[in-house]
């Protein structure tokens, strides 16, 4: 580990919950051995930025507490003053989830927020577009490459002759052949696929080319009201029909593509309630800033969406699960509250399978950002889901139907959980980082908070709200939760675009294929 390098400002660190044993050092570059904090304590060595010092002797084998929580046993004696890394904690165990509560510290409502509105796209089947864009479907990896031929073509000869339109996206993935298409966990990829044809972004006018062998046909990607008419000649083409080889398939597509566009095109953007979002909240290489400034602040920016009447929807189920007490706590019924645990209980089993548990979470720009394992970042992701009552759970790949604040399981990874949040329903995005991201979505934009001012300092040009701010004590998790709520809407409503779309920053769809290969 690198050490820390000399700090211009007075020593500050943030302490979070009056139980805490240790604290994070917040400043830029870290801070040398002798420098004394504001609480009296000397730093008896070099400490890194976001990691941690120790306010307390804390003897071998005495719980390590952030956030008010446990979330490690000292390996050693660890004296006051120290830093407190990785190397010298034991992770505690995960919460049993047989001992969960169910419902018990449920959160009264909190006042709603009336007039807040954005412009969006509404649809037919009652969902609002923050986008207007055409999606071209693939049934197997063996169309994408022809696919997106197509869509450069398309998007060069024909989008600029329907300026509603905003964009062309291939769904381009993977999946659809070689693999156990009749086993039980095909189910999630498949209805993946189906779901995210439904996406509201893509203003239910999908066109979907199929080879023609594959395993994954047409009928079980399209899912009720997905596509207008199941395999019509404007909704499906397939290629192995093309007689005259490529140049065909080609243009078939492209016909089919315009006749789509033409619909879309008189699609017009309108005010609509708040209450229209499905806002997706994530976080991709956190640091140990993450649970106090840019997961808080968009906590607090979620209680007002769901305050507004909005779906918020948190995820990631391994940065979820050594927090899952508190979660199923604040269910709205204990109904809820087991269908949370039940995806717990379901992807405990995954990664058993798979001989690995929740402890292969942290990656090394994690650790290097001060988090010292799962139980620790698991403790500063939960903040992003905010105070209110959990009131839904989707299965992974799901659509979400509920209001308010719904978990949609999914994986850990930043492009599956886009993927599955996608076909959840989501049509607005934000996405914390600490280590920094270029990450980005094509269907629906993604606002990006940094967690400390030195990454937002570094990447202007990619960052669109500084959290760092709350750790400088320039602004509060209130303040910028407002921020973002109101970026938020102005996203949604094209008036603002993020840097990811700025800079057409696209990662692909990543579909979650729990299933066996064959």
Known sequence: MKTAAPSATPPRFIRIHPDDNVAVVANQGGLRAGARLSCGIGLREDIPEAHKVALADVAPGAPIV????????????????????????????????EDCPLATATPQPLPPLHGFTFDGFPNPDGSVGTKNILGIGTTVQCTVPTVQYAVERI???????????????????????????????????????????????????????SLGCEKLQPQRIIGEGALKVLADDTSVAVLQDAQQGFAEMVAHIMQLAEQKLRRLNQRCRVPCPASDLVVGLQCGGSDAFSGVTANPAMGFAADLLVRSGATV?????????????????????PEIARAFLREMAWYDEYLRVGGADRAANPTPGNKRGGLANIVEKAMGSVAKSGSTA????????????????????????????????????????????GRGTPYGLAVAPVIKVASNSGLAARWPDLIDVDAGRIAAGEATAEDVGWEIFRLILDVASGR????????????????FNPGPVT
């Open 66 to 97: 952030r956030y008010g929580a446990v979330i490690g046993f000292a390996r050693q004696a660890i004296p006051q003053g120290s830093w407190v890394h990785e190397g010298l904690i034991d992770p505690p165990r995960p919460p049993a989830l």
């Open 390 to 433: 959990l009131m839904g759970v989707a299965a992974p790949g799901e659509r979400v139907t509920q209001k308010g604040l719904v978990f949609a399981a999914t994986p850990a990874s930043d492009f599956i959980c886009g993927t599955l949040q996608l076909a959840a329903g989501m049509n607005m995005h934000v996405f914390s980082t």
């Open 313 to 333: 929807m948190f995820s990631e189920v391994t940065e979820v699960r050594d927090a899952a007490h508190l979660v199923t706590a604040r269910a709205a019924t």
């Open 155 to 209: 998007k060069a000869e024909l989008l600029p002759n329907y300026p509603n339109v905003d964009d062309v996206v291939a769904i381009a993935h993977h999946y659809g052949c070689g693999v156990a298409i009749d086993s039980p966990a095909a189910e999630v990829p498949i209805r993946t696929l189906r779901n995210l044809s439904l996406n509201p972004n893509f203003g239910g006018e999908l066109l979907l080319v």
């Open 496 to 511: 603002k675009r993020t840097w990811a779309d700025h800079w057409g920053l696209h990662n692909q769809f990543v579909l």
